[in-house]
């Protein structure tokens, strides 16, 4: 059975800093491409970033590269999002899902994934 769980979300300032994590199970997580998805309210869910299998490569949007840092562990089958100089345009619902090709944040195409988890809420205040 595909669970995924996201966490780390919150309150925060504009310019604070906030550590999202994605516990999965049931997925070949380390065969995947993974990445992290957000979606504000009003607008589609959008790719933020992505990370290869090896976790060596990434991919960022242009509105959170430079701040946002995405890493994995294999062994425990969790992602990681390190997010710093928070800008209250970061409020949203984020997400995690695998996304092959990194095409979510590439192209803007939200990967066909069934088992989407309940996301983990940003608010950020200006």
């Known amino acids: 059975q595909v669970r995924v769980a996201e966490s780390g979300g919150g309150l925060a300032q504009a310019g604070d800093q906030l550590r999202l994590s994605c516990i999965t199970s049931?997925?070949?997580?380390?065969?995947?491409?993974m990445g992290w998805f957000r979606q504000a309210p009003g607008k589609e869910r959008e790719g933020v970033s992505c990370?290869?299998?090896?976790?060596?490569?990434?991919f960022y949007a242009d509105s959170v590269r430079g701040r946002f840092t995405i890493s994995r562990d294999n062994h425990k089958s969790t992602l990681y999002m390190q997010m710093n100089s928070l800008k209250p345009e970061d409020t949203a619902v984020y997400y995690c899902?695998?996304?092959?090709?990194?095409?979510?944040?590439?192209?803007?195409?939200?990967?066909?994934?069934?088992?989407w988890g309940q996301g983990t809420q940003v608010t950020v205040s200006s």
């Open positions: 899902a695998p996304d092959p090709g990194c095409r979510g944040v590439i192209d803007g195409d939200s990967p066909d994934f069934p088992y």
């Open positions: 990370i290869d299998t090896r976790g060596v490569t990434t």
């Open positions: 049931g997925l070949h997580f380390e065969r995947d491409a």
